[in-house]
């Protein structure tokens, strides 16, 4: 098992390097950052551009392939993924964003995964009944709605509830704000920053996950060994519990690691409504601001999330199901 | 009081074209020991009675009447009384071995959850060795070890003693067995009856064997109740039901199963139409239809049970006339027009079809990423056998044997791996692309469900003409050779333009033999061509498919799990053992005097319809599953499940363990064995 995981793990890796090579090369030829010192007032003199250009290793005075080696040397040398044409260092950035968006994404899409589980399971059970219907409505209302609207829906409401209780409990900009003078008051704060753009993620993960956990918990509860598990003496709530949610809990593994690694440059939509300085953010941010070394940074970050969510996905397959670990 | 005492059992459902009314007034007593067999064709209410008896029928089911356990009312019980019961005092086993285990947990931990249900003061670790002691009972090699490994692990046959194990841990005073052997191979249905039996024995516990095999029931039932559209039309002892059957379904489904024991070489005699649809069932006695006797009367109202002596009842109304009928007086057998050819001995005829030391290896792959062969299949190694014109030969052996793969290899006409195919004197491996094609038309085959394979979207003309159009027959032509073939058949006209979906499993069948026969070939293919089908239809189609081959001068290759029906159907049968052929001869020869351990084995593991045949019979239960067909085997494949292995010297075992038999000529006529120490043996 470890074995096989390492060779997944290099065989990935291989995958990655191409990829990033890559991103950097089409960011590299296509992107221009000059122009962002286009327009300036005052001016800024071609020279003092040129000069940040080619400390940023962006000068198009250099040729491709140079380029290309020193932002390769100075990444495995250094750990250094270059700086932005405004002279922002990538790793910063990206250092700080990463943890921004950890907290966001796995509160989120865990929050979600759980109630996604226990509502499909649930409703499945209750297959065309009224609870069913209800939440199947819900579910695909919610699918269909883009985030950026359910984040502005949830700000108006929010901004309500904050008008109708005369204090400010909902916060809807940035991570953090100013905050009180009280034990704790950091802690509070962001609490109260995060909490709706993680409902956001809990909804949307919650309602596509359930409507998938719905359809697999209805294969197997109609499945001849919950019949089994009943006719040995199990009340129908603990067979459908012990064998039909467990077995159909499988298939979402995979799923959910995937989507928990993937949400961290997925959740872009959300981080914007909420102006959350997250990497979702940062990817499309970079892509305005020609910051070809923070596309390539961001593309690896990416890639390696999906990368992390493919090997957790087959960690956590082995780990639920017998058949895998076992042959 | 009876163990179990069932009373005026009426189950429906709802659906939209109305209530399916499954299950009409059942009643039957069962007492502690005694095993009850329910017999009765698809969707007579088996599976559905038992079901509710368990209380575990769909909750959409209206349930009616009364099933007392020890004088304590089931019906109506919460589902938390049901669950002290289920598994405790009346357990079950189900059909499908493959999908009735749980597959995420390993099969001892399986066992011990049904022992700690009903024991909750027995700790983990004693369960856990009772539920090895329950393997063992079963017969599970190496059960302490095996009781760690998962369902997917194990075998059909092996996941099948695992569910007896785990019926019978807690001494249950019932078992309900619900087709218990139907998904398996008759070698293995022999060694899980015998386990059956052995768990019935062993808990004292009485038994209802649900089973369409009337041989099953001839071989373990006391008691015996016969289900027709829902409805118990027969009641009574084993000997009752076979010997003084009263109700003229009894008689006719008794009559139109083929025996393994005589080979009659007359048509099958049998049962015409379809049991009728249970939604909206017509007045009167529900087997009206299909019934030579019937009459006016008998569409009036529906026949009560009355008794016909002591303990064994029956509902016909004109019962006083049926009683000790013959079948054939009551069931007329059709005329079979022989050809001029049956009389042409077989060294005069042309030869079809011939393989030569046909192999076919399949290699073994391991790994997801880094696919590296680790072995080699043989899935068929080296066969030779021939076809003549005018003849069926039989092709029979346990699944994974390789039937199914010399019968693809035929079908492709391609050159193969190795040896030869010869096809009406051409040899596939020198055929060019148009020359292929023109051959393919004088091949044809037809599969167990050949309408699965087509788009449900076309008609039955359009199915039977597809090939008559690949072939760019003219339009005028199609129409008239498609009504030709349907009357061929036995369909009518009018069937035509109706899709498959709305067709019965036998006339399904007829329409994919239809579409066989379109282009007129020499020789018919057949894989399994009747084993999804009840016994009463069954016939049907044997008698249809040997009516065509007198007319046509068709050559068969069959391949059929039910030796039965083989017997029945061929001339010659081949037995096929991981991918060889062990033994080969015509069929009189071949189970009168098999010679070969296997075919033995084979012959004696099928039960015969006859209570005093069936229970005077030595079986020969072979040990064991096929083994795995990638293993190298030095010396006679069959040495490791071999019975007449331990019989014999030292000296004599050797040879088996180190030579390779060839097919050598034994007997008379054209019988060959491949062992080194055949003897013919009478099994039955
Ligand atoms: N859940 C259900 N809803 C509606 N109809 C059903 C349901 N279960 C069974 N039936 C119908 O009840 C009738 C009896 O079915 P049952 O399964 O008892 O037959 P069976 O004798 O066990 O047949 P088989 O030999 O195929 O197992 C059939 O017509 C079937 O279609
Ligand atoms: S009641 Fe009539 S139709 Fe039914 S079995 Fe008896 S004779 Fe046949
Ligand atoms: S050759 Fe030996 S092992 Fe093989 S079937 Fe004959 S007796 Fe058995
Ligand atoms: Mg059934």
């Known amino acids: ?327 | 009081m009876s163990l179990l005492s069932v009373r005026d059992l009426y189950v429906s459902f709802p659906s939209e074209a109305g209530d399916v009314l499954a299950v009409r007034g059942m009643s039957f007593d069962l007492e502690r020991g005694r095993t009850l067999a329910l017999v009765g064709e698809s969707g007579s209410g088996k599976s559905v009675t038992s079901l509710a008896i368990m209380g575990l029928h769909p909750e959409s089911a209206t349930i009616t009447g009364s099933v007392m356990l020890d004088g304590a009312e089931l019906l109506n019980e919460s589902d938390a009384a049901m669950s002290k019961i289920r598994g405790n005092r009346i357990t079950m086993v189900f059909q499908d071995p493959l999908s009735a285990l749980t597959p995420v947990y390993s099969v001892g931990e399986q066992i011990v959850e049904t022992i700690l249900i009903h024991n909750p003061d027995t700790t983990k670790k004693a369960a856990w060795e009772r539920a090895v002691e329950l393997l063992a009972i079963v017969g599970i090699p190496n059960a302490a070890e095996r009781a760690r490994a998962f369902p997917f692990e194990f075998s059909g046959g092996m996941r099948q003693r695992v569910m007896i194990a785990m019926a019978m841990a807690n001494q249950p005073d019932i078992i309900i067995a619900d087709e218990p052997t139907t998904a398996l191979d008759v070698t293995i249905q022999a060694q899980v009856l015998e386990v059956l039996q052995r768990a019935q024995a062993e808990t004292g516990a009485a038994m209802i064997l649900i089973t369409h095999d009337l041989g099953v029931v001839a071989g373990y039932a006391d008691e015996v109740v016969v289900m027709y559209a829902g409805r118990p039309v027969e009641q009574g002892s084993i000997a009752d039901i076979f010997y003084r059957p009263s109700m003229p379904y009894t008689i006719g489904l008794l009559g139109t199963v083929p025996r393994l024991d005589h080979k009659s070489g007359e048509p099958l005699p049998v049962l015409d139409g379809n049991p009728p649809d249970v939604v909206h069932l017509p007045p009167g006695c529900p087997f009206a239809l299909r019934c030579p006797l019937a009459n006016a009367q008998c569409s009036q109202s529906e026949p009560e049970l009355q008794e016909v002596s002591p303990g064994h009842v029956a509902a016909c109304v004109r019962l006083s006339e049926v009683v000790g009928k013959e079948h054939a007086e009551i069931f007329p057998t059709p005329p079979l027009e022989r050809a001029v050819l049956a009389k042409v001995p077989r060294e005069q005829r042309d030869t079809v079809l011939e393989l030569m030391n046909l192999r076919k290896h399949f290699p073994l792959f391991k790994g997801a990423l880094y696919r590296r062969q680790v072995g080699v299949v043989r899935a068929v190694d080296g066969i030779s056998l021939d076809v003549k014109k005018g003849e069926t030969l039989g092709l029979v052996g346990e699944s994974g044997s390789g039937k199914s793969t010399t019968l693809l290899e035929i079908l492709e006409l391609l050159k193969p791996q190795q040896g030869s195919i010869v096809v009406l004197g051409h040899d596939t491996a020198t055929l060019t692309k148009t020359q292929r094609r023109q051959l393919r038309q004088h091949v044809q085959v037809v599969f167990q469900d050949p309408m699965a394979a087509v788009d449900p979207r076309m008609t039955v003309f359009d199915i039977i003409a597809e090939p008559l159009q690949a072939f760019a027959w003219e339009k005028a032509k199609v129409e008239k050779r498609v009504f030709e073939l349907l009357s061929l058949v036995g369909l009518q006209p009018e069937h035509a333009d109706r899709f498959p979906q709305h067709f019965s499993g036998g006339q399904r069948q007829r329409i994919g033999i239809a579409r066989a026969l379109a282009l007129n070939p020499s020789i018919l293919v057949l894989d399994e061509p009747v084993s999804a089908l009840d016994v009463s239809i069954q016939a049907g189609i044997i008698n249809l498919l040997e009516a065509l081959q007198h007319k046509l001068y068709l050559s068969y290759l069959i391949v059929a799990h039910d030796l039965a029906v083989v017997r029945h159907i061929s001339d010659r049968v081949a037995v096929m053992y991981l991918g060889s052929i062990v033994e080969v001869g015509t069929v009189n020869a071949l189970y009168d005097e098999p010679a070969h351990p296997y075919t033995q084995a084979l012959i004696s593991a099928i039960p015969i319809p006859d209570p005093n045949i069936e229970r005077a019979r030595r079986r020969i239960v072979l040990q064991g599953d096929l083994p795995n067909p990638s293993d190298e085997v030095p010396g006679c494949k069959f040495s490791s499940r071999c019975p007449k292995l331990t019989t014999l010297l030292d000296s004599e075992r050797t040879k088996c363990l180190t030579q390779v038999p060839s097919l050598e000529k034994i007997g008379a006529k054209d019988h060959q064995v491949a062992c080194h120490f055949s003897e013919a043996l009478r099994v039955f």
Request: aromatic share 10%.
């Open chain 1, 1 to 327: 098992m470890t074995k096989y995981v390492i060779k997944r793990s290099l065989n990935y890796l291989v995958l990655l390097f191409v990829a990033c090579s890559f991103a950097y090369l089409l960011a590299a030829s296509f992107l221009n950052p000059y122009s962002v010192y286009f327009g300036r007032q005052p001016p800024v003199d071609p020279d003092v551009i040129e000069s940040i250009m080619r400390e940023c290793n962006l000068s198009n005075q250099v040729s491709l392939w140079e380029r290309y080696t020193t932002w390769l040397t100075k990444i495995v040398t250094d750990w250094d993924w270059g700086c932005s044409p405004l002279q922002v260092s990538v790793n910063e950035q990206i250092g700080m964003r990463v943890w921004v968006s950890l907290r966001l994404v796995l509160i989120g899409t865990l929050g979600g995964v759980i109630i996604g589980v226990l509502v499909g399971a649930w409703t499945a059970t209750r297959q065309y009944r009224i609870p069913d219907r209800v939440y199947t409505f819900l579910s695909l209302l919610i699918i269909c709605t883009p985030s950026f609207v359910l984040g502005i829906m949830l700000q108006i409401l929010a901004t309500k509830a904050n008008n109708a209780l005369g204090v400010r409990v909902f916060e809807f900009v940035g991570e953090k704000g100013p905050m009180g003078d009280y034990p704790l008051a950091e802690l509070v704060d962001r609490l109260q920053h995060l909490l709706l753009p993680t409902i956001v993620l809990i909804l949307l993960t919650a309602a596509s996950l359930s409507r998938v956990q719905r359809n697999l918990m209805l294969d197997s509860l109609g499945a001849d060994y919950v019949r089994t598990a009943r006719a040995k003496g199990l009340p129908k709530s603990k067979a459908v519990m012990k064998h039909a949610l467990r077995t159909a809990l499988i298939p979402t593994g995979t799923y959910v690691a995937f989507t928990v690694a993937t949400m961290f440059v997925g959740a872009t939509y959300t981080e914007r409504v909420f102006s959350f300085p997250g990497m979702g953010q940062y990817g499309v941010d970079t892509i305005l601001a020609m910051d070809v070394n923070g596309i390539v940074a961001t593309t690896a970050f990416a890639g390696v999330c999906v990368v992390c969510g493919a090997i957790l996905a087959d960690i956590v397959v082995a780990i639920l199901d017998p058949r895998v670990r076992l042959s």
